[in-house]
């Protein structure tokens, strides 16, 4: 058949025609550019409005990013260099970096301590944010706070060695007692960590002067250090009792259920500004009298208040998002209240809550701005305080709040960016 | 303290009953720290400079009584506190006294329940405003925006001053100094208004100090001083002393220059040996031992000695001596008796 | 749990109230109560203590003296002889107003990015991520205070509009942008019959209008269903707004107040304060940021056949959004926002770093500052943002219930 056909015909082509090129609207970054930059014609003039806007905020800060000064020791000698033409005056930056970083008390001689702690700190939270790390580096972030609070305040060994055996012997107490039932277990870890602080309390010798590192006053913390300090303190501090508060909430005890409710609703009510006031100018007024507890400790209590609440609203979701299955699974089981939470309700209401909490983590930590209000020397405090009233640099605005804002976008964009990752690791429902 | 910080509730509470009963003087000597109260950063009276030592005049007072205690001008633990946390933090006693240009007023004194332990600085509200501006007057600023450093009495008599004259203005509140200078440079207010003090202090950071004018009238009175809580008597006096100390020192001459002169042996005066312990018991009465005035003047010398070097006409902040001289130049310092 | 039908014939035992779950429940509730009983009397005798010690008391009177200073932005009538009492009031509906507007800008901010973000332009889509992801990741505060040093610095001052040639002019010769604020002309009528009769009739002349315009449109959707033609209402409808309300504004004489350079500072017109401003737009900027994230994950959480189906139907793509996802994503995104508008609130308490006198700064501040009562101050400041919070959440959850999808 195919050969009469063949013959039939004047000219059959016997190989095959190579491919030809697309047309040019339709390949490479033209093509890109048709579909993505100027498909209609609304669509060009956003682009061209995008690329205006592009081109008035880099031509605004190009020149200035590019033309600044590193090295002078005052605006004033700066505006010299500079000589009328564009350009930031970073060397405020460099002038004053120790400040921007440690605030302006930490003793000079002693940076090497925040800096080794902040090393450790990586290490430690390594295995907590990354699963594939061996599981014995947990040990040491078990110890990171006991070490990071020594080396950050110095003094004697002994406080960071007596905290650490107590929660050590409640850990054991709590391990014996908890065969029998948790509340003993638990109440006991609380009475012998107490027990055990109180008799060490003892052993610490009144005068620091001779420790190893010389003591340091919370009260010379300060710039970004304090802002880190503060964040992870107290997102550190307010899981667990957000964890309990989110159980709280969903108990079945009414009178517990009230007062989480009301804590919780009444915290999220409230500016964090206004109970930083109350750590500033009213918590003084609760402790016993005679008494006096660093500005850093007050305000430490009422952020960690402040972020348990909410993330305790976080975790109420996860756990109001678990299929009501999974609790009368693990009751058919016959497990306990404590067991149900710790070995089946948690591990699956926590998962679902990491993004919300790493949200909260790093609202939180963006908060921590605030404590410049109550006097605290935290970078912005730093910023719009000393440094700015000081006569060599009054007047430089931007550089300092280009670098403040710098900061605090590193971090927070790194910590989200971590989050989509887990997030996506962590997904187990094979969508 | 510290302890009591990581050891929960009944460790505080144990530390708590031995401390409690004892005075402030007591609590300050067994901890070897004065803990001061100031401002947040003023330069002149109180400012960290740029290794983070804090200077300043409030300072000075605060490292003499320092001095005076423990012997040591360094044992001070400085507190920046803000308008709003300052009677609290001394109240609550997280600080031993207060040194922070706070204006000695009625209601403050009875009702707060505090001690001014007397005057280190007399001030008044005064306006800064541009030369360009032609304003030669505070009456002439009706309808002008004005920005007021909050935090003393500076916004009520602000107030009472544009109220008693019948002219309008509008006020904008600022809690720092640095934030107001923004402002008032890049002319969102015609005027600033704070102390006298402070205005000159703000104007010698400006690029051109010469271009602002600090206008004649003053509208209040504002005494400065020390304060310490209410009901601690034997504390009180300790601080008024020392400020009388530096008072009476420059009255009678004596100088960081003579000091170590005088304070060998009794002189012929009696009231500079009474004064530096070569005479009399006074130290002893003050729970001191009697050389403590000696001490408190080595810091920094006498009181023209400490205004010289942080506020004086030498400085950048320029301040003539005023009101501020004593009372035989015609000022207002006039120290009670050593005696 | 107990049940009444066959009740346990044993005796009581004291370990029945750790291990029997009938009592157990009971027994960790009186714990907690005597705990909390005894946390509260511990905190109360402390503060009864330090204040018998410094001599204080707790006194609400000082809210009946005199205030003694004076605030930039009032909405109500005060001046430094009212009562701290009444300071308190303007600054409460200063911080009323500042969360208003910034909650109405925030979301016309984060709808359009959040939208935009999912545009099919990729210049626009990536400048838009660039937004969010920025405002969201540096603390509101330092956004505050850079956008008020922004003003300060960019905006001119009053005095560069003197002189015959000045450095700064007008705008459109009506409005003034100034770093003190903005001076827009202030509306009023010459044979008008004062400020609120005014107000009320032009009000009555609107509300008169809507319901002839719903008339129209009812009649229209009568018409066609009936033959399936539409009748054309647009120019009818513009007709009915806006040609008796230009009659009203003719017949009561309509003029306008514009601001004058006068002194040191321009008169006349309304002015809106600077603090203000930075305040608001930072506020709402910032939110906006993140309403623009709920606004995307609202959208992208209708289902993608949804908006395929309405493309079937032929619906242009504006129409699509606006008529089938925009309603549904709504749904996903009011929860969110609620609390993004009560985000808003509380933040409006960092005023305080520009200036702007809300509850924080008058009450939280001056007040605080001059009386020195501290305690008082902050309890009437937080109970005050608490009673806001719940109301807002009260009324924007009746709000999210009545739009919930209702499901049968």
Redesign the interface.
Known sequence: MSDTHAHSVAFVRKTEIPPAPPPASQTGIVKWLR???F?TWA?GL??IA??Y??YLVLSVILPWLFGGVWNTSSLAECREVLQGRVGGCFSVLTERWPQLIYGFTYPTDQYWRPNVAFLFMLVAIAPVLFFDLPRKLLYFTAAFPFVAYWLIWGGSILVPIVAAVGIIAGYFVFDRLNKS?F??GFFGAIATAFVIWYLGGFLIPEDQSGAMLSPVPSRDLGGFMLNMMLGLTCVSLSLPLGIALALGRQS?????KW?CVIFI??V???????LL??AS??L??????GTTTDLFLRVVIMITMFSSAYIAEVIRGGLAALPKGQYEGADSLGLDYPQAMRLIILPQALKISIPGIVNIA?GLF??T??V??ISMFDV?GMI?GPILASTEWNGV??EL?GF??LL??VT??GI?QYSQWLERRLATDHR | MKKSVFFGAATVAALAAGAAAAGTLDDVKARGKLNCGVTTGLVGFAAPDANGEWKGFDVAVCRAVAAAVLDDPNAVEFVPTT??TR??AL??GEIDMLARNTTWTF??DV???FEFTGINYYDGQGFMVPKD?GVSSAKE?????VCIQ??T?T??N???F??ANNIS???????TNA?AQ??YL?????VYTTDASGLAATRATFEDPSAHVVLPEIVSKEPLGPLV???DNEWGDLVRWTLNALITAEELGVTSANLAEMAASAGGNPEINRLLGTEGNLGEMLGLPADWAVKALAVGGNYGEIFEANIGEATPIGLARGLNAQWTDGGLLYSPPFR | MTTMTDPPKESFQLSML??DTRYR?LT??AI??IL?ALSIWY?GN??I???R????NISYEFLGNPS?????QTLVEY???STHARAALVGILNTLLVAFLACVTATVFGVIAGVLRL??????AK?MAVYV??F???????WI??IF?IM??VL?????FRGADPDASMFLGVAAFT??GVYIPQPYFIRGFGGVADLLLVIAFLAGSFFAVRAVNARATRIQEATGERPQTLWTNLAIWFGPLIVLFLALGLTFDVPAL????F?GGIKIG??LIALWFALSIYTGAFIAENVRAGIQAVSKGQTEAASALGLRPGRVMNLVVLPQALRVIIPPLISQY?NIT??S??A??V?Y?DI??TL???T?????R??EC?LL??LF??TA??LISAFMNVYNASIKLKER
């Open positions: 579909e993505n930059l498909a669509n956003l682009t995008a690329l806007v592009i039932s509340a003993a079945d005890m009414p009178f517990i007062i609703e009444f999220r009510g409230v500016p964090l500004i206004t006031f109350v100018v009213m003084a007024y609760l402790f016993p009298p790093v963006k908060d701005t605030l410049s209000v912005l719009r605005y931007w709040l403040a804002s605090f976008f927070c964009y989200s | 308008g709003k009677f609290t109240a609550s209601s403050r009702d707060l329940k501006l600023l009706d309808g002008a925006t909050t935090g009495t916004e009520l602000l107030a009472d544009f109220r203005y509008e006020p904008v509140p600022i809690e934030e923004q402002q890049a002319g969102a207010c015609d809580r209410h009901g | 750790l291990n429940s960790f509730q907690a109560a909390l905190l402390n503060l203590q330090n204040l010690a410094a001599g204080l003694g200073y004076d605030i930039n001046d430094s002889q545009s099919k332009n990729w210049l626009v400048l992801e920025i969201r990741n540096i603390p509101v505060l330092i205070v850079i040093t300060i610095a001119p001052g009053p005095r560069e770093n003190r006068k002194g040191f500072n008169a600077g603090p009560l509380k933040n308490s960092l305080i770093a200036g006198a924080t700064a939280g501040g001056i605080l500052n001059q009386t020195g501290a305690i902050i400041l937080m943002y608490l919070s719940l």
